[in-house]
């Protein structure tokens, strides 16, 4: 199972920006993998945010990130990215990266996930 670490949380104030990092324990494991974000906040479920491919490199987001976050991946550095720019204090959460067989969207179809990195927006 591919271990993942995320990075790069913090706390921003609203309509600013943070890049979280993820860091994977296996190259090979990592560049086979569809890998994605997820988020959760208390009392909520966990949420998709977003997720890309190995090769293409697809993407897609949530709508509600969508023209404010991008996913990307360096494969070579067994790292996955997630820029968010112009924050809000709704995008306040925990954020997961993931791991997984399929490009999905859904939590279930992710094998392998990190402990969480702390995203807070205030206001």
């Known amino acids: 199972q591919v271990q993942l670490v995320e990075s790069g949380g913090g706390v921003v104030q609203t309509g600013g920006s943070l890049r979280l990092s993820c860091a994977a324990s296996?190259?090979?494991?990592?560049?086979?993998?569809?890998m994605a974000w997820f988020r959760q906040a208390p009392g909520k479920d966990r949420e998709f945010v977003a997720v890309?491919?190995?090769?293409?490199?697809?993407?897609y987001y949530t709508n509600s990130v969508t023209g404010r976050f991008t996913i990307s991946r360096d494969n070579a550095k067994n790292t996955l990215y997630l820029q968010m720019n112009s924050l809000k204090p709704e995008d306040t959460a925990i954020y997961y990266c993931?791991?997984?067989?399929?490009?999905?969207?859904?939590?279930?179809?992710?094998?392998?996930w990190g402990q969480g990195t702390q995203v807070t927006v205030s206001s």
């Open positions: 993931a791991a997984g067989r399929y490009y999905s969207t859904t939590p279930g179809d992710f094998e392998s």
């Open positions: 296996g190259r090979a494991s990592f560049s086979s993998d569809t």
């Open positions: 890309i491919s190995w090769n293409p490199g697809n993407t």
